[in-house]
Structures are given as C-alpha cells and as structure tokens.
Nanobody
Framework: VQLQACGGGLVQAGGSLRLSCAAS????????IAWFRQAPGKEREFVAF???????VHADSVKDRFTISRDNAKNTVYLQMNSLESEDTAVYYC????????????WGQGTQVTVSS
C-alpha cells in the first residue's frame, strides 16, 4: 500500500484546510488510519485516527477543530481542519495500520501546513 497525503498549504489563522490521504496498491478499508504531525524542532505527535468501523479519536489539542473521516469507496481518509492556529503549523503525515496478524504499517510522505498569524 502506498499513501499519498496532500491538501496542505498556507492559510491565515482562523482558516480551514482539508487534507487527504489517498491509498493505492491495496484497499485500506480494514486499516486504522491516523494523522500525525511534526513541527520544526519537535517530535512527531498524534493528531487523530479512525478505525475501520468508523470510530474516531482526536488529540485534545485539535478536538472540536479537526475532524477525521474516511471514504472507503475512494480509498481515502480526510482531515478537515478548522479554526487553524499558528501552533498547527507542521508537516502532516498519514499512517495506515492493519491491526491483525501479520500487522502491516505504512506511512505516507508529509504535506506542509503553515498557519500565519
């Protein structure tokens, strides 16, 4: 499975962006898909994940502002980001993990999100 993350860009504080993580080379319908982000000089941190069932978990720092969703027909997961803050500036990565043996784990390349204040 290959993951392609896109949708990043430059946005003013308070604005919105929608990131996409499109998978190819296999279906991700049974995978847990997560978004992580890494700001300059900081460690990569968890943002949100969505299970194959559709249940979601969001980090406290983005709860009520970001929403993860999936469209299995399009083999794509989205991250809708609203009310963006300068602290959200980071490279965003998507990850696909199949949580059954054998466990499979894939990362996409990052997409840059820059929020100007």
């Amino acid at each position: 499975v290959q993951l392609q993350a896109c949708g990043g860009g430059l946005v003013q504080a308070g604005g919105s962006l929608r990131l996409s993580c499109a998978a190819s080379g296999g279906t991700i319908s049974k995978y847990t898909i997560a978004w992580f982000r890494q700001a300059p000089g900081k460690e990569r941190e968890f943002v949100a994940f969505i299970r194959w069932s559709g249940s979601t978990v969001h980090a406290d720092s983005v709860k009520d502002r970001f929403t993860i969703s999936r469209d299995n027909a399009k083999n794509t997961v989205y991250l809708q980001m609203n009310s963006l803050e300068s602290e959200d500036t980071a490279v965003y990565y998507c990850r696909a993990r199949r949580p059954v043996t054998p466990v499979l784990d894939y990362w996409g390349q990052g997409t840059q999100v820059t929020v100007s204040s």
